[in-house]
């Protein structure tokens, strides 16, 4: 598959070394990773990117080649990837987009060398939207809030755990929907589409990280001052699962954006395999 959408994408670090991608979660953007790029970039080849529908990626018109929906996700995704590598990749995915690049990675494991996930909807419970991002799947409401520059990007960012956004940073995750209608518009889709199929990729997710034929080196590191996904029933999972589980206790949903040097770090010794549980 071509890619027929334009793709926001910023990388640092030598294309020589193994490449890591980093994907942000719902609703943010690439900017998101802006302290864990440096980082990592001093020995791996960093890239993060925009999904379609968010930041400075195209917004295509859904029922016009795009209609956000889950599925289309996996398989996009994975046209984006085959474009940016062509060696075994590291992936590191936070929040509700973890199942669908799970699903991708499920049927690609021998290109993955590590999977970070970082606050993943693991249990039954996470299947479920806040009401800060479930708001915009509102057949009226919806249409109006995802058209408001602050309730799309500042409160659904800043109500997730401790981050306060500094207005430098503000502008940058408003000015998509400053400018054009179409990132409204996207964000409702995807919001409904969420709110659809969140529960059966999160079924699916589960499933596929227990599968004893699961091979890709997995860690999940969870933000314990998330706002929006509980502890509970992550301990259990990772344990099961017999998947590392990383703490980090002055996160919250969003950990790129609560500590990112930190996470940059962290990325580091599971990559290098010296962190120790």
């Known amino acids: 598959m071509i890619l027929c959408n334009r793709w926001f994408c910023i990388e640092s670090g030598s294309p020589d070394n193994h490449s890591v991608i980093l994907i942000h979660g719902f609703p943010s953007q690439a900017y998101s990773y802006r302290k864990v ?29 795009f209609d956000y929906t889950l599925d289309e996700y996996v398989s996009s995704f994975g046209s984006l990837i085959n474009e940016l590598v062509t060696d075994k990749v590291s992936l590191v995915v936070q929040g509700y987009f973890s199942p669908v690049v799970v699903k991708y990675a499920s049927s690609h494991q021998e290109k993955l060398k590590d999977l970070i996930l970082l606050n993943p909807p693991l ?7 806040p009401s800060a991002l479930s ?6 409401l919806g249409e109006i809030f995802s ?6 990007s500042d409160k659904a960012l800043t109500s997730c ?17 400053l400018t054009s209608g179409s990132s409204g518009f996207a964000l409702n889709a995807i ?11 999160v079924e ?8 004893k034929d699961w091979k890709v080196q997995t860690t999940i590191c969870w933000g314990e001052r998330d706002r929006w996904l509980s502890y509970d029933g992550v301990e259990d999972f990772c344990k099961r699962s017999n998947h590392k589980l990383l703490k980090l206790p002055m996160a919250g949903h969003h950990v790129q ?7 940059g770090q962290v990325i580091n010794g599971v990559l290098s395999r010296r962190v120790r549980i």
């Open 37 to 65: 790029l440096p980082v990592l970039s001093k020995k791996y080849h960093a890239i993060a990117f925009d999904w379609l529908g968010f930041g400075f990626s195209d917004k295509p018109q859904p029922k016009y080649g």
């Open 123 to 129: 249990t039954a419970k996470h299947a479920n939207l």
């Open 135 to 140: 708001i915009f799947s509102n057949f009226l």
């Open 147 to 152: 058209q408001d520059p602050l309730r799309a």
């Open 161 to 177: 755990g401790p981050y306060q956004m500094k207005e430098d940073d503000a502008m940058v995750y408003r000015r998509p929907y």
């Open 191 to 201: 919001s409904r589409s969420m709110k659809k199929e969140l529960k059966k990729y």
């Open 204 to 211: 699916e997710m589960r499933t596929i990280l227990m599968d």
């Open 257 to 263: 954006e609560d500590c990112g040097e930190e996470l």
